[in-house]
């Protein structure tokens, strides 16, 4: 089993930048994929960014060259720095993990993103 701990949500004004941190309580050893995905009010959660054990990132189109996914395997944390956001940015984002071996998913308890206009 994985756990998830999310912190850096907050409220930021439109063209601002905030960084999400995901702490994995597992060795990244064990993991294959972690990232982000974000839901907002009336809407289907939506993926944001993922990165493999391979370093490879994918992005949701609506964040590409403003969102960088990134890890650091000595802490086993994932971030995702969010730069230029928008209001249609807001949402509840989850940190997200699949194990290697096993591949079971895992999910975090989510943290609140506001962009005000």
């Known amino acids: 089993q994985v756990q998830l701990v999310e912190s850096g949500g907050g409220l930021v004004q439109a063209g601002g930048s905030l960084r999400l941190s995901c702490a994995a309580s597992?060795?990244?050893?064990?993991?294959?994929?972690m990232g982000w995905y974000r839901q907002a009010p009336g809407k289907q959660r939506e993926l944001v960014a993922t990165i493999t054990r391979g370093a490879d990132t994918n992005y949701a189109d609506s964040v590409k060259g403003r969102f960088t996914i990134s890890n650091d395997n000595a802490k086993n944390t994932v971030y995702l720095q969010m730069n230029s956001l928008k209001p249609e940015d807001t949402a509840v984002y989850y940190c997200?993990?699949?194990?290697?071996?096993?591949?079971?998913?895992?999910w975090g308890q989510g943290t609140q993103v506001t962009v005000s206009s």
């Open positions: 997200y993990t699949r194990t290697r071996f096993s591949r079971e998913d895992y």
């Open positions: 597992r060795s990244f050893f064990v993991i294959d994929t």
